[in-house]
């Protein structure tokens, strides 16, 4: 089997068992994507889109890259998946933060994406490494379980790594919409035609999850029953 065809495969086989967990949740507040048939049809159309969208892309770091933001897309689920081993939740939240630089390098290439996946990274597994559920106030995702990867309990710290990364999303997530806007702007006419729909969308998913982190940063806690969060997670 030609190494091309696995990670579709293993994507989609990841994408049936994501349906599987979900059925598992019964209308959990853990997530959004369980709070009505619109957001169910939409978290999976996202994901679901991305995914297919990254095996018909076939041009090498670009169809790779969308299948990676589907697959961190879907993480969100799994992270609120309220019997799941703890691991398998821990590791949901972690990936689903690599959504936005994924989309970014659907679309673009060179140090900016790197710099992306480099600073998620960071702060995704800093973080890990330091938050405890059960000592934060506001957790909603997943506080049903322990975080079997803590090293040491740092709440405070936890907080401002979490605010860290929305604040890197709204800057980074804006920076990279407008560098694919103008990259399509410059293509001539019969590129734009032929080659501009996929940097435009991503332009355009880049500013809107940067709208919604920055909805995250100024808003009232998070959680999936709020109404502010809920449009925001539409968005």
Do not use: K
Request: aromatic fraction near 10%; hydrophobic fraction near 60%; glycine fraction near 10%.
């Amino acid at each position: 089997m030609r190494a091309g065809f696995v990670l579709p495969i293993v994507a989609f086989v990841y994408a049936g068992a994501t349906i599987v967990v979900f059925a598992d949740l019964h209308g959990s507040h853990t997530t959004y994507a369980a709070q009505s048939q619109v957001a169910t049809v939409a978290a999976f159309a996202a994901g679901g889109g991305l995914l297919a969208s990254g095996t018909m892309l076939r041009s090498g770091s670009a169809g790779v890259a969308a299948i990676v933001a589907g697959l961190a897309w879907l993480a969100q689920i799994w992270a609120g998946w309220f019997e799941g081993l703890p691991l398998v939740r821990i590791l949901g939240a972690a990936a689903s933060a690599f959504v936005l630089p994924a989309i970014a390098q659907v679309a673009l290439r060179g140090r900016a994406v790197l710099a992306g996946y480099a600073v998620t990274a960071v702060l995704v597994v800093a973080r890990t490494l330091i938050y405890d559920p059960f000592l934060d106030l506001y957790c909603w995702r997943t506080c049903s379980r322990e975080n079997p990867l803590l090293l040491h309990p740092w709440p405070h710290a936890a907080a401002a790594l979490d605010l860290a990364l929305a604040a890197f999303a709204v800057v980074f997530g804006l920076a990279a919409a407008g560098l694919a806007a103008v990259a399509v702007a410059r293509m001539s006419p019969v590129a734009r035609r032929t080659g501009g729909v996929v940097p435009l969308w991503c332009a355009v998913a880049l500013a809107a999850w940067a709208v919604a982190e920055g909805v995250r940063l100024a808003g009232p806690p998070q959680s999936a029953g709020a109404p502010l969060h809920q449009a925001a997670f539409f968005v």
